[in-house]
């Protein structure tokens, strides 16, 4: 009985949203065994079975160790280690990795209403040469906007054609869904910055408008197939989203009043899967 009740005042903090030290989510420190499973949505889930990325390989390096968000499915995995061999071979410098998932999913108690499945990944822009850095070494290193001082456009000493190319590999991927950028990246794409419209533009089709996103991108997989536990977002629009649905972001919005803190109501999976 009184593990039934600490397990009841755990998922209550949870569900409130409360700091990090209370979060079961943030100490799980390992995987739950078991089958990769995504459960649920990207931003109201958790992750069975995870598999590990490793903290460098080719032409990539994880930053920020100190998280322990470095997990994901299997799939997630294979696509940062095949984008960083393709990278290198296009000899784009090497990307740093942000963010994943927490070891068993779920919220994270800073920084993302998703990466709750294990199907999302934060590559930062910065594709500066760099050394290959100490994991001590990558917990503070230069993450700089890509885009001017007023925020207005980019800024094309930071943004340019090796940008522009490892965002065309990433959404070459037939396992990617969607990848976020700022709105301002987004539009100066569909304006063919850096060569980004040589060849036409259907591959912006992948490349999905949202605030903030200026330091890095965020690319969000594909349920896999026969995940019967993973909840799709709904299909990106037909088009290269270079229309009206692009001049909406440089619209003047009302904020919503009724709008507060993302508080997900988890599975009961997932319940299930952080009490084991």
């Known amino acids: ?34 089958p990769a499973e995504a459960i649920g949505k ?6 069975a079975g995870a ?14 160790t100190s998280r322990n968000r470095y997990y994901g499915l299997p799939e997630n995995v294979a696509f940062i280690e095949a984008l960083g061999e393709k990278a290198r071979v296009a000899s784009i410098p090497d990307f740093y990795v942000g963010d994943m998932s927490l070891p068993r999913g779920g919220p994270m108690p800073t920084g993302h209403d998703s990466h709750q499945t294990g199907l999302d990944v934060d590559i930062w822009f910065n594709l500066d040469a760099k050394p290959t850095l100490p994991a001590w070494a990558r917990e503070d290193v230069p993450l700089p906007s890509m885009l001017t001082a007023n925020a207005k456009a980019i800024d094309p000493k930071l943004f340019g054609s090796r940008q522009v190319a490892l965002l065309r590999l990433a959404a070459s991927f037939p396992t990617v869904d969607r990848i976020f950028v ?50 799709a977002q709904a299909p990106v629009p037909p088009g290269d989203g270079c229309d009206a649905t692009l001049d909406w972001w440089f619209k003047p919005h009302q904020p919503n009043p009724a709008a507060g803190p993302h508080v997900p109501i988890l599975p009961a999976a997932c319940r299930w899967l952080i009490a084991h």
């Not at 539009?187 to 999905?208: D, N």
């Open 182 to 231: 700022n709105p301002v990246i987004k539009r100066a794409l569909c304006q063919g910055v850096a060569g980004a419209a040589v060849g036409g533009r259907s591959w912006l089709h992948k490349i999905r408008p949202w605030p903030g996103h200026d330091e890095h991108f965020h690319v969000r997989l594909n349920c896999p197939a026969g995940d019967a536990t993973c909840v």
């Open 1 to 34: 009985m009184i593990k039934s009740y600490r397990w009841l005042a755990a998922a209550a903090l949870m569900l409130a949203g409360t700091a990090a030290q209370a979060s079961p989510w943030s100490d799980a420190s390992s995987p739950a065994p078991g």
């Open 42 to 47: 990207p931003a109201a889930g958790c992750l």
């Open 51 to 64: 598999a590990t990325l490793p903290l460098e390989g080719p032409g990539f390096q994880v930053i920020r």
